[in-house]
């Protein structure tokens, strides 16, 4: 049977070189020993990055793009598949069945007049990004704001700073979610592995997860949920321990 392990990459795919090296060979020797019984590991990044950034972090981090079947960028705005330089349809599809519209999500946050929003270049069709310091008062206040609106949505708050509004099945987590159903995984046959609030989206679900040891505190709601594994050790090497835990593979 074919499994999917699913890696964030700033914070736990990489930051300690000899980690990062171990979990690369691991994981390429049990794909490679899967394959010859017939099944398939897919190994997926999900990131904040754009797919420009990603591709060069990876390459310099010692990857090849090929290790991996899919990339999920700009916390789930784009999905890319292997050896695809474009977006992917059929997430692009998805996204837009939410009914999900990016000027009426400015619009309605404007009005509480206490968000800055990011540069253009970090904007998308399914993704709206703002500099906001988070705090229980604000979040309150933008919840209820997008909650006057005819869809639903996402909100990403992360390392304190940043709020990223996305549509309902948008996100780190709807990215993985569209690729398992495409690939006909259940959840039970994937992993996802994360560091920060970003991550929550797809840590929070109902597949197995692993926050690294070096994870940030907005994660520490996830204590005590059976199918989330918090590593000791940090980084890639928090995946591996992780993994090796969880019996994964």
């Known amino acids: 049977m074919d499994w999917c392990l699913v890696t964030d990459i700033d914070g736990t795919l990489i930051g300690e070189s000899e980690s990062t090296a171990e979990l690369r060979r691991v994981v390429l020797e049990a794909?490679?020993?899967l394959a010859r019984g017939g099944a398939r590991l897919r190994w997926v990044v999900a990131t904040g990055r754009s797919y420009a950034s990603t591709c060069e972090v990876l390459l310099?981090?010692?990857f090849r793009l090929d290790d991996f079947d899919a990339l999920i960028t700009s916390v789930g705005a784009e999905l890319y598949l292997t050896?695809?330089?474009?977006?992917?349809?059929?997430?692009h599809t998805r996204l837009a069945a939410t009914g999900f519209e990016a000027t009426r999500v400015r619009a309605c946050l404007e009005?509480?007049?206490e968000l800055e929003?990011?540069?253009e270049h970090e904007q998308f069709a399914y993704k709206v990004c703002y500099f906001a310091k988070e705090d229980a008062a604000l979040r309150q206040r933008v919840l209820a704001a997008l909650?006057?609106?005819p869809f639903k949505t996402t909100t990403v708050f992360a390392m304190g700073d940043y709020?990223?509004?996305a549509p309902e099945h948008g996100a780190k987590g709807g990215g993985v979610a569209h690729l398992l159903q495409c690939w006909g995984l259940e959840p039970a046959r994937a992993v996802a592995a994360g560091d920060s609030g970003n991550?929550?989206?797809m840590l929070e679900r109902e597949w197995r997860a692993i926050v690294v040891g070096n994870g940030h505190d907005a994660l520490r709601g996830l204590r005590g949920k059976p199918n989330v594994f918090f590593a000791r050790r940090k980084h890639a090497a928090g995946i591996l321990e992780g993994l090796r835990a969880l019996a994964f593979l």
């Open 199 to 201: 991550d929550l989206s």
């Open 147 to 149: 909650g006057e609106l």
């Open 111 to 113: 009005r509480l007049g």
């Open 31 to 33: 794909r490679a020993r």
């Open 60 to 62: 310099e981090s010692g």
């Open 117 to 119: 929003l990011q540069p």
């Open 163 to 165: 709020l990223d509004v």
């Open 83 to 91: 050896g695809e330089t474009r977006p992917d349809g059929a997430y």
